[in-house]
Nanobody, 121 residues
Framework: QVQLVESGGGLVQPGGSLRLSCAASGNIFSIYTMDWRRQAPGKQRELVASITSGGSTNYTDSVKGRFTISRDNAKNTVYLQMNSLKPEDTAVYFC???????????????WGQGTQVTVSS
């Protein structure tokens, strides 16, 4: 089994910054793509940013130039640096990772429990 634990959420004023972290632990042989996704009240969960094991990144248009995703493969950890935050960034942010636990079974995706980010004055 694999666990993903997020941290770093909170309340911040518009224009402020937060850094989210997500640490994976458990039965891990290798981690492929790691994502950050968010879900605002009454809206569908959306992909915010993703990063491959090689470091290639992808962002949804609304966060380009403001958010930066990174990872530390030695620590099995992914980060999301969020700058110039806006009220519309308010959501629960979830970490998602595609994990290979053994060469004998296919990789599967795991979710963290989510961390609340609220941008408000």
């Amino acid at each position: 089994q694999v666990q993903l634990v997020e941290s770093g959420g909170g309340l911040v004023q518009p224009g402020g910054s937060l850094r989210l972290s997500c640490a994976a632990s458990g039965n891990i042989f290798s981690i492929y793509t790691m994502d950050w996704r968010r879900q605002a009240p009454g809206k569908q969960r959306e992909l915010v940013a993703s990063i491959t094991s090689g470091g290639s990144t992808n962002y949804t248009d609304s966060v380009k130039g403001r958010f930066t995703i990174s990872r530390d493969n030695a620590k099995n950890t992914v980060y999301l640096q969020m700058n110039s935050l806006k009220p519309e960034d308010t959501a629960v942010y979830f970490c998602n990772a595609e994990v290979l636990s053994s060469l004998a079974i296919p990789p599967r995706r795991y979710w963290g429990q989510g961390t609340q980010v609220t941008v408000s004055s």
